[in-house]
C-alpha cells in the first residue's frame, strides 16, 4: 500500500492564481481531510469528507473548494491565491467510527508559497 | 466544544533526560487519544494511542496513559535520544469519529 499520498510536494503560486492540490489513498477509508500547519498554530481542518458524495467544512474553509467523486480521491483547490494561503497542507484519511482504528493517516504534505 | 491542550514549547533537553509532555483535554463522552510525531521537513505519524480510560499507549518507548480523573494523555519517555528531537501532537477522536482535535504541538530538541 503507497498509504496516503500528495501532490506536488512544493509549489509557488503568484497572488490570484488558481491550482489544485491532490491527494490519494488506497486504503479504501471513507474518511478523508485537509489541515493547512503553520508556525505557532498547530495543525487547522479546512475541509473533509465522510464518504464519496459528502464534504463538510472544518475550521479555516474559507478560499477553498473540494469534491469527492471516488473514495480515493480528494482533491484542495485554491481558486484565487493569497499569501495568506502560504503554508504547508496535508492530507490525511482513516476509516469512520470509533475505536481502535479510527487513527488517521497523514500524507507528506505539499509546502505552498504564494507570493 | 471538544479541545486539546498541551504544553508549550519549545522544550530542549540533553540526552537521556527524562521527557514528560503535558496534553489535556475537553470532550463530552469517550473520546479516542493519540500522540503525534512530526519529524523536521515530514509528514506527522502516529506515535501511540488510547481508546479507552486507564489504557496505556506505548511506542519506541514513550508512554501515555489516558486518564479519564484528571482529562489528561501526558507522553513521557525515560531516557531520550537525539533522534528523538521532532514536533509532537496531542490529539482526540470524538465518539462519532467524524471529528478529529490536535493541540497546537511541542518541538522537542534533544542536545548530545
Known amino acids: 500500500n503507497a498509504g496516503v499520498t500528495q501532490t506536488p510536494k512544493f509549489q509557488v503560486l503568484k497572488t490570484g492564481q488558481s491550482m489544485t492540490l491532490q491527494c490519494a489513498q488506497d486504503?479504501?477509508?471513507?474518511?478523508m481531510s485537509w489541515y493547512r500547519q503553520d508556525p505557532g498554530m498547530g495543525l487547522r481542518l479546512i475541509h473533509y469528507?465522510?464518504?464519496?458524495?459528502?464534504?463538510d467544512q472544518g475550521e479555516v474553509p474559507n478560499g477553498y473548494n473540494v469534491s469527492r467523486s471516488t473514495t480515493e480521491d480528494f482533491p484542495l483547490r485554491l481558486l484565487s491565491a493569497a499569501p495568506s494561503q502560504t503554508s504547508v497542507y496535508f492530507c490525511a484519511s482513516r476509516q469512520t467510527g470509533t475505536g481502535p482504528y479510527n487513527e488517521q493517516f497523514f500524507g507528506p504534505g505539499t509546502r505552498l508559497t504564494v507570493l | 466544544g471538544d479541545s486539546v491542550t498541551q504544553m508549550e514549547g519549545p522544550v530542549t533537553l540533553s540526552e537521556e533526560a527524562f521527557l514528560t509532555i503535558n496534553c489535556t483535554y475537553t470532550?463530552?463522552?469517550?473520546?479516542?487519544l493519540f500522540w503525534y510525531v512530526q519529524y523536521p521537513g515530514e509528514g506527522l505519524q502516529l506515535l501511540l494511542k488510547?481508546?479507552?480510560?486507564?489504557d496505556k499507549g506505548s511506542n519506541k518507548g514513550f508512554e501515555a496513559t489516558y486518564r479519564k480523573e484528571t482529562t489528561s494523555f501526558h507522553l513521557e519517555k525515560g531516557s531520550v535520544q537525539v533522534s528523538d528531537s521532532a514536533v509532537y501532537f496531542c490529539a482526540l477522536s470524538t465518539n462519532t469519529g467524524n471529528q478529529f482535535y490536535f493541540g497546537t504541538g511541542t518541538s522537542l530538541t534533544v542536545i548530545p
Open positions: 469528507s465522510v464518504g464519496a458524495g459528502i464534504t
Open positions: 470532550a463530552t463522552g469517550y473520546p479516542s
Open positions: 486504503m479504501n477509508h471513507e474518511y
Open positions: 488510547a481508546t479507552k480510560a486507564d
